[in-house]
């Protein structure tokens, strides 16, 4: 079973930058899909950024230009890079894992909290 594990979360002031760490129990080069959720109280997860084995990105429309997904595949970790944060952007936020073949599943972290200030 993968393990994901987020980090990196915590208060910044609007404006200000913060890199989340999703640091993974194996080999995550050949993962499928990477991706990065948030969820605040009363609505449901909303998916942020997503980073594919070919090295294609694609961010929710909110975050476009600001966030930035990557993976150091030596590390075994993805990050999610975000600049520019709005008090909007507070969220608790979840890395995923989606994997084919062999060990196949749907894989998520326990979650960091972002929390930004007006």
């Known amino acids: 079973q993968m393990q994901l594990v987020e980090s990196g979360g915590g208060l910044v002031q609007a404006g200000g930058s913060l890199r989340l760490s999703c640091a993974a129990s194996?080999?995550?080069?050949?993962?499928?899909?990477m991706r990065w959720y948030r969820q605040t109280p009363g609505k449901q997860r909303e998916l942020v950024a997503t980073?594919?084995?070919?090295?294609?990105?694609d961010y929710a429309g909110s975050v476009k230009g600001r966030f930035t997904i990557s993976r150091d595949n030596a590390k075994n970790t993805l990050y999610l890079l975000m600049d520019s944060l709005k008090p909007e952007d507070a969220a608790v936020y979840y890395c995923?894992?989606?994997?084919?073949?062999?060990?196949?599943?749907?894989?998520w972290g326990q979650g960091t909290q972002v929390t930004v200030s007006p």
């Open positions: 980073l594919d084995s070919d090295g294609s990105t």
């Open positions: 194996g080999d995550i080069s050949s993962i499928n899909l």
């Open positions: 995923n894992a989606l994997i084919g073949g062999c060990g196949a599943g749907n894989f």
